[in-house]
Antibody, heavy 121, light 110 residues
Framework: QLQLQESGPGLVKPSETLSLTCTIS??????????WGWIRQPPGKGLEWIGS???????YYNPSLKSRVTISVDTSKNQFSLKLTSVTAADTAVYYC?????????????WGQGTLVTVSS | QSALTQPRSVSGSPGQSVTISCTGT?????????VSWYQQYPGKAPKLIIY???QRPSGVPNRFSGSKSGNTASLTISGLQAEDEADYYC??????????FGGGTKLTVL
C-alpha cells in the first residue's frame, strides 16, 4: 500500500524559507504516469494546490505562488521536496503531499497525513 | 485563477439526499471534464470520492454521485448517513497544467 509522509520544521520565522520533504513508501516515485504534488490548508480554511512534479523533474506551479515555490525530486531517496521562500503568517497551514495522475485530471488518490507549519517569530 | 465557489454549508436528515454545488468559469469547470470531489473529516487528510466529474473510485459507495452542467459541477449524496458529516471540496483543472480547489462545504447530518 502506497504511503506518503511529510517531514520538516513545524515552526518557521517570517521572511525565512519553509522546507518540507515527502517520503514515499510502498511504491516508487519513478512510477511512470504519476505525479507528486503539494497542497496546503490554512487552519479552518480550504485547500490550495501549490504545485506538482514528475520524477523526471518537470514541475508545475500554482501561478499565485510560482515566484516563491520550488519543488524538487530525489529519486535515490524516493522523496520529493517543497521550498517556499519569504514566508509570512499567511503561509501558516497544514501542508499535504499527495500522488496524482496526469497534470490535467489531477486526481489525488493518495495523500500524506499532513504536517502543520506555523510561521511566527 | 480564483477558487471555485461552493456553499459554506448544507444539511440534511438521515435518508435524505443533498447536493453540493461547485461553480467556476468556462476556463475551469466549464471547459474540462476534470472535476474531482474530496471528503475530509476534521484533522484528517482529504479522501477522493469522485473524479472526472462522475467517476467513483473503487470502494466509494454508489450513494455518492457527480455531475456537471455548464460552469457548475455538483456532488449528490443520497441516502444520507451520519458518517457522511464532513467537509467536501471540489477541484477542477484550470488550464496550463494548473489546478483550482473550491472553498469547501460543511455537510451537517441533522
Amino acid at each position: 500500500q502506497l504511503q506518503l509522509q511529510e517531514s520538516g520544521p513545524g515552526l518557521v520565522k517570517p521572511s525565512e524559507t519553509l522546507s518540507l520533504t515527502c517520503t514515499i513508501s510502498g511504491g516508487s516515485i519513478s512510477s511512470s504516469g504519476y505525479y507528486w504534488g503539494w497542497i496546503r490548508q490554512p487552519p479552518g480554511k480550504g485547500l490550495e494546490w501549490i504545485g506538482s512534479i514528475y520524477y523526471s523533474g518537470n514541475t508545475y506551479y500554482n501561478p499565485s505562488l510560482k515566484s516563491r515555490v520550488t519543488i524538487s525530486v530525489d529519486t535515490s531517496k524516493n522523496q520529493f521536496s517543497l521550498k517556499l521562500t519569504s514566508v509570512t503568517a499567511a503561509d501558516t497551514a497544514v501542508y499535504y503531499c499527495a500522488r496524482h495522475s496526469t497534470v490535467t485530471t489531477f486526481v489525488f488518490a493518495y495523500w500524506g497525513q499532513g504536517t502543520l507549519v506555523t510561521v511566527s517569530s | 485563477q480564483s477558487a471555485l465557489t461552493q456553499p459554506r454549508s448544507v444539511s440534511g436528515s438521515p435518508g435524505q439526499s443533498v447536493t453540493i454545488s461547485c461553480t467556476g468559469t468556462s476556463s475551469d469547470v466549464g471547459g474540462y471534464n476534470y472535476v474531482s470531489w474530496y471528503q475530509q473529516y476534521p484533522g484528517k487528510a482529504p479522501k477522493l470520492i469522485i473524479y472526472d466529474v462522475s467517476q467513483r473510485p473503487s470502494g466509494v459507495p454508489n450513494r455518492f454521485s457527480g455531475s456537471k452542467s455548464g460552469n457548475t459541477a455538483s456532488l449528490t449524496i443520497s441516502g444520507l448517513q451520519a458518517e457522511d458529516e464532513a467537509d467536501y471540496y471540489c477541484s477542477s483543472y484550470a488550464g496550463s497544467y494548473t489546478l483550482v480547489f473550491g472553498g469547501g462545504t460543511k455537510l451537517t447530518v441533522l
